[in-house]
């Protein structure tokens, strides 16, 4: 290489050390002014040669903030009229518009449609778009979850009662808007008329009887990413819509910092979740409009090691298509496949003994809510008093070789309201009455079990399969002993050791996630044991 190749190429490296470290510098200046200033900041003193692009980016966004909002038009200095996405585009990196979102909104002013979004665990969307449409609900399924539109505050109240799957129930702001600081956030949250639509007025609002808001925040590829710092500017412009000083109110909760005084100051106050998420600068707000998730039905205050989560277990019944009739879970555990199972045959709602929903707002109803599930009660009562008068027809068995485990299921069956429904015992699989006796059995049974895989629970034989090989092949032999009509679900965290049980016609039904691990659900209609040499 000669002489001038050589000085050239050194040259152009250290203009490109320079470029990328001016360009580092105005990405965290930029950040910086964003997340701290409430207003663009006037020009560096320094010259333009010192900073270099900064400048120009000062420039760039010198207006004010409180002018920048969409569907408008601003001056910028130049005296070019500069405009604004409109409303549900948003301007690609390419140059072209595209659509923001394919769901359409609808305001909440309309009183006639409620824009809602139903999470799940991975794997349950099918599950939870099929109750929605036993709801008579037009769902529109996305991973995560289902959108929807429901008509009217009963019909929320209706899948608060009757969605077994569901694990929150959003409701929608409004669609998505672009924010890129956080005095922008805080302007255009106070612009949304959702709120004085929402929360409940009555009677005026004191610094000390306000509602609770309890925001939760997630920024991924945004320039706001300080999670604090949103979820107070989110406060803040919910105050500032509702008429008030949200400044102010926000200093005085800062006074009172301590623990007690916040609890204190909220004891008797409903609590408002808003979740708040913000990708590639798009901020969409949502409120959930249950007080806890909607897998804890409740009953459930005593737990065994690895308890099974409660729509997890919805949907293994679910999935198998159980309606009711013999059920059997030779490892019950706190009793939780036997508690969704009877409540399914008999037709008691999941959300029967949960807490009003959308308490502290405009369309919650703690009279409607209970009216719904006596409603719901007094038409399964007629199946339910015919078991409760013959105890020797109990169909459904739950058993557990652990004492303790058993005692925790009794207590949950009683709190279910369930206890006179199934009958629970502590026995080991080899002693189990269906298997010892298989005509005692009914003439159609499923055995829906969630045996130990051991990785949750601790065991000096951890990461190998041959300790719980023996169970899984006791497990399969038994099951293939029973007569008439058997079917089979499984969930299992290995499936190679789940198809260790020689169950014919063994196939996957869905797969999803239990305590940090891959898990799937495996089910077989009409099983027989395999007569493979």
């Known amino acids: 290489m000669s002489r001038r190749c050589l000085a050239t190429s050194l040259k152009g490296l250290q203009l490109g050390a320079q470029f990328h470290s001016r360009r580092n510098a105005t990405n965290h200046?930029?950040?910086?002014?964003?997340?701290?200033?409430?207003?663009?900041?006037?020009?560096?003193?320094?010259?333009?040669t010192q900073l270099n692009g900064v400048t120009r980016l000062q420039k760039r966004y010198r207006t004010k903030?409180?002018?920048?909002?969409?569907?408008?038009?601003?001056?910028?200095?130049?005296?070019?009229?500069?405009s604004f996405p409109k409303k549900g585009h948003v301007k690609k990196r390419n140059g072209h518009i595209g659509k923001r979102h394919?769901?359409?909104?609808?305001?909440?002013?309309d009183q006639s449609t409620f824009d809602m979004f139903a999470s799940c665990l991975p794997g349950l969307e099918p599950y939870l778009n099929n109750e929605l449409l036993s709801l008579a609900i037009s769902p529109h399924p996305t991973p995560g979850g289902v959108y929807f539109k429901a008509t009217s505050v009963d019909q929320i109240l209706q899948c608060h009662l009757h969605l077994g799957t569901a694990s929150h129930l959003f409701l929608r702001t409004g669609p998505p808007f672009r924010a890129l600081g956080m005095e922008e956030l805080c302007l255009k949250v106070s612009r949304l008329k959702f709120w004085k639509q929402y929360i409940k007025m009555d009677g005026g609002f004191e610094t000390g009887a306000l509602p609770n808001l309890d925001?939760?925040?997630?920024?991924?590829?945004?320039?706001?990413?300080?999670?604090?710092?949103?979820?107070?500017?989110?406060?803040?412009?919910?105050?500032?819509?509702?008429?008030?000083?949200?400044?102010?109110?926000?200093?005085?909760?800062?006074?009172?910092?301590?623990?007690?005084?916040?609890?204190?100051?909220?004891?008797?106050?409903?609590?408002?979740?808003?979740?708040?998420?913000?990708?590639?600068?798009?901020?969409?707000?949502?409120?959930?409009?249950?007080?806890?998730p909607l897998h804890r039905r409740g009953y459930r205050l005593e737990?065994?090691?690895?308890?099974?989560?409660?729509?997890?277990?919805?949907?293994?019944?679910?999935?198998s298509q159980y309606q009711g009739g013999g059920l059997l879970d030779p490892f019950c555990g706190s009793g939780t496949i036997v508690i969704e199972g009877a409540a399914m045959a008999f037709g008691l709602p999941p959300g029967r003994l949960r807490q009003a929903p959308m308490l502290g707002s405009r369309l919650g109803s703690e009279n409607k809510w209970k009216s719904l599930i006596s409603t719901s009660i007094d038409n399964a009562?007629?199946?339910?008093?015919?078991?409760?008068?013959?105890?020797?027809?109990?169909?459904?068995?739950?058993?557990?070789?652990?004492?303790?485990?058993?005692?925790?299921?009794?207590?949950?069956?009683?709190?279910?309201?369930?206890?006179?429904?199934?009958?629970?015992?502590?026995?080991?699989?080899?002693?189990?009455?269906?298997?010892?006796?298989?005509?005692?059995?009914?003439?159609?049974?499923?055995?829906?079990?969630?045996?130990?895989?051991?990785?949750?629970?601790?065991?000096?034989?951890?990461?190998?399969?041959?300790?719980?090989l023996p169970l899984y092949q006791?497990?399969?032999?038994?099951?293939?002993?029973?007569?008439?009509?058997?079917?089979?679900?499984?969930?299992?965290?290995?499936?190679?050791?789940?198809?260790?049980?020689?169950?014919?016609?063994?196939?996957?039904?869905?797969?999803?996630?239990h305590g940090g691990l891959n898990v799937f659900i495996l089910g077989a209609k009409d099983i027989a044991l395999r007569n493979d040499k």
Not at 29 to 48: A, E
Not at 70 to 81: H, I
Not at 491 to 512: E, V, W
């Open 381 to 468: 009562n007629e199946n339910i008093e015919r078991q409760r008068g013959d105890p020797t027809a109990k169909l459904i068995v739950g058993t557990d070789r652990n004492k303790g485990a058993i005692a925790a299921a009794l207590g949950n069956a009683e709190r279910a309201g369930v206890l006179d429904l199934v009958k629970l015992e502590h026995q080991a699989i080899s002693a189990v009455d269906w298997f010892e006796n298989p005509t005692n059995a009914p003439s159609r049974v499923l055995v829906a079990t969630n045996p130990p895989f051991g990785r949750r629970v601790s065991s000096k034989n951890k990461g190998t399969e041959k300790p719980l």
């Open 215 to 292: 925001i939760r925040v997630t920024s991924s590829k945004s320039r706001l990413f300080h999670t604090k710092g949103i979820a107070e500017r989110v406060e803040r412009g919910i105050w500032n819509s509702l008429g008030l000083n949200g400044q102010d109110i926000m200093d005085k909760k800062l006074a009172n910092t301590t623990i007690s005084a916040v609890k204190k100051q909220h004891v008797n106050n409903a609590t408002i979740k808003l979740l708040v998420r913000i990708h590639r600068n798009e901020v969409e707000i949502s409120v959930d409009t249950s007080s806890t």
């Open 65 to 82: 903030l409180s002018s920048q909002s969409p569907n408008v038009e601003s001056e910028n200095d130049s005296g070019k009229r500069q």
């Open 29 to 48: 200046f930029d950040q910086c002014r964003y997340q701290s200033s409430p207003r663009i900041l006037p020009y560096f003193t320094k010259s333009s």
């Open 474 to 513: 006791t497990l399969g032999h038994k099951v293939g002993n029973l007569q008439g009509t058997v079917d089979f679900s499984i969930l299992a965290q290995d499936t190679n050791l789940a198809r260790k049980t020689a169950i014919r016609n063994l196939s996957l039904n869905f797969a999803s996630k």
């Open 102 to 109: 394919s769901y359409e909104f609808s305001s909440i002013n």
């Open 303 to 319: 737990g065994g090691k690895a308890p099974l989560r409660e729509d997890l277990a919805f949907a293994l019944l679910y999935s």
